[in-house]
């Protein structure tokens, strides 16, 4: 009796390498998160190489998902920003949804943070005016990211020395954390983390652009400390924090930084989206201007070495000391 080739739903994610799905090549596995597994495949109607994310299955199974994504992944292909993983295609095939994005050579920041630790304060700022101006853009057209994270923002090689590192964004809507947290998943599934959710997201109240603006904050909070501004010991107390915690000054763990920029995290992070800058961009202006501040104030004299020249640590690029 002929046995039936399995569908890709049947196959381990390292069994579809080789196999075509939707008219896409897999060639190799790069990487996976909680929903989904991405390849490198090749486009074999236009030859060229994109990056296949097959989402699992149980999330086509899911209707308010899965219509979701049929909504944003079109709003997401209209997006066309230099910040912005361009998605060609996006779609359903033998119960698997799937999305045909730009293959982006490189890492991504979370990578970059496990790997490396905190940035230095002018290329946090760099990366982190990148993923505001897509997310503003993105907020122009109606859309709302809802999983603004390191793992979402890709980086590459930048064109040069004054542009050491290219940033783009990925993933809009694609987020699992609004179905658990309105008690749509099954207990104990997957849900990614939650170092970055707004309190809007949690309580379930109507969320818009700024929600992404708290999560770029708790983004830009852990590329200069290396670490999210609440760290609690089990979801339900990092769920608290986010709600009714003040956020720990960012200068706590940066003493180097001016104290000015403990105001502009904390805006940023406001309970309430009303008492937060109106757009990403906002934020990081006000971010960049209050590092240029006046530094905090010596508790000794100046030394030699305090009035000596100011170390060139502002200008470092990501690419200098890591190698892909
Ligand atoms: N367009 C792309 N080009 C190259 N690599 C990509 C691309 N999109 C995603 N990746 C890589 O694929 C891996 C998995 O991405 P995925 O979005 O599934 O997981 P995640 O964002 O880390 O987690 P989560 O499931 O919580 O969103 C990541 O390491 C990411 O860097
Ligand atoms: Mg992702």
């Known amino acids: 009796m002929a046995t039936a080739e399995p569908g890709p739903v049947a196959g381990r994610p390292t069994d579809l390498v080789g196999r075509q799905v939707a ?5 190799e596995e790069i990487g996976h998160g909680g929903m989904a597994v991405v390849y490198r495949a090749r486009d074999l109607r236009l030859d060229r190489t994109v990056a296949l994310k097959l989402l699992a299955p149980e999330l086509a199974r899911n209707t308010t998902f899965r219509l979701r994504f049929t909504r944003e992944s079109r709003v997401a292909a209209a997006l066309d920003h230099p910040h912005i993983v361009p998605v060609f295609e996006a779609g359903e095939t033998e119960g698997l949804l799937y999305i045909a994005m730009r293959y982006v050579p490189g890492s991504d920041l979370r990578h ?3 790997r490396d630790g905190p940035l230095p304060p002018g290329t946090a700022l760099r ?20 999983d603004v994270k390191p793992g979402n923002v890709l980086v590459a090689r930048g064109t040069d020395s004054d542009h050491p590192e290219h940033v783009y964004l990925t993933d809009f809507g694609l987020t699992k954390k609004s179905l658990s947290l309105t008690g749509l998943t099954t207990v104990g599934q ?12 949690i309580s379930g109240r109507p969320v818009d652009g700024r929600c992404d ?3 770029l904050a ?3 909070h852990e590329l200069l400390t290396g670490h999210p501004p ?3 010991d089990d979801d339900m107390a990092l769920l608290w924090a986010h709600q009714y915690d003040d956020p720990p000054p960012l200068t706590a763990a940066r003493p180097d930084l001016p104290a000015a ?6 805006r940023a992070l406001a309970k309430t989206p009303d008492d937060r800058y109106d757009s990403c961009l906002a934020f990081v202006t006000a971010l960049r201007d209050a590092a240029r501040s006046a530094p905090r104030p010596a508790s000794h004299p100046p030394t030699q070495l305090d009035s000596g020249p100011v170390p060139p640590r502002w200008a470092e690029p990501v690419f200098r000391r890591r190698a892909y």
């Not at 008219?23 to 060639?27: F, K, S």
């Not at 920029?261 to 904390?266: E, I, N, R």
Request: with cysteine.
């Open 213 to 215: 603006v708290y999560a």
């Open 23 to 27: 008219g896409y090549r897999i060639e």
């Open 218 to 220: 708790c983004v830009v």
């Open 127 to 146: 990366i982190a005016a990148q993923i505001a101006s897509a997310l503003d853009a993105a907020h122009e057209h109606g859309l709302v990211h809802r």
């Open 190 to 201: 997957f849900v990614g983390t939650l170092d970055y959710v707004a309190p809007e997201q």
């Open 112 to 114: 970059l943070l496990d």
């Open 230 to 232: 609440f760290r609690r």
């Open 261 to 266: 920029v403990d105001a502009v995290l904390a």
